[in-house]
């Protein structure tokens, strides 16, 4: 009696997705939480049928391989039948029906690549690209440039050479000093005067 209650409530939630029922006012009514709802519909979506008749045992645990005579039933299988067959309501099948048709034909939950492996076999000339099972693509990494290298930018003030330290007697283009030019003016005014300047006192 429980795993009837377990198999209506599921039921009764797919049914009210594909109803056009949001999740949060299923959720308020049948006191579930949305986690659970979009679990059980993503559930229906990859098992169809075959997942209202394991109430007891959740999902099942997703497989990495078939051997290859269940890879060649399948490809045999999906040629032989239309999407109908699973109670899918598309014309033609994909990826997602594929690995769906495999849970309803085997009883087995595959990841996307065996699915994928299934489906190339049957349709050689339709080109499918994979997803990321969990809906995201990572982006390739940028090479790295020189700006964008670990040795932080330098500001021009920084990478601009430094000016040559001079003396205090003499400047960057070679012309004398101010305090030079000074005392040679000095010199000048004390020899007018006929007193001797302090650089030939130093002298004597």
């Known amino acids: 009696m429980a795993e009837d209650k377990v198999v209506e409530r599921r039921r009764e939630?797919?049914?009210?997705?594909?109803?056009?029922?949001?999740?949060?006012?299923i959720a308020?009514?049948?006191?579930?939480?949305?986690?659970?709802?979009?679990?059980?519909y993503r559930s229906f979506q990859e098992e169809g049928e075959a997942y209202f008749e394991r109430p007891g045992r959740g999902r099942q645990r997703e497989v990495d391989l078939?051997?290859?005579?269940?890879?060649?039933?399948?490809?045999?299988?999906?040629?032989?039948n239309p999407p109908s067959a699973i109670g899918a309501k598309e014309k033609r099948w994909t990826l997602r029906l594929v690995k769906r048709a495999i849970v309803h034909q085997l009883d087995k939950r595959v990841r996307l690549p065996v699915a994928h492996g299934v489906f190339h076999a049957a349709f050689p000339e339709r080109v499918t690209v994979l997803p990321s099972e969990k809906g995201m693509r990572r982006r390739p990494r940028k090479p790295k440039t020189e700006s964008s290298s670990t040795t932080p930018t330098q500001s021009p003030s920084q990478t601009a050479p430094r000016p040559r330290v001079t003396s205090s007697r003499e400047t960057e283009d070679g012309f004398p000093s101010i305090e030079e030019m000074a005392e040679m003016n000095r010199a000048t005014l004390e020899a007018r005067k006929g007193k001797p300047t302090a650089k030939a006192k130093r002298k004597k």
């Not at 939630?13 to 029922?21: N, W």
């Not at 078939?66 to 032989?80: N, Y």
């Open 13 to 25: 939630i797919v049914d009210r997705i594909i109803a056009g029922e949001t999740q949060v006012s």
């Open 28 to 40: 308020k009514e049948i006191g579930v939480t949305r986690q659970a709802i979009n679990q059980i």
């Open 66 to 80: 078939l051997s290859p005579d269940e890879k060649q039933q399948m490809v045999d299988w999906v040629l032989a």
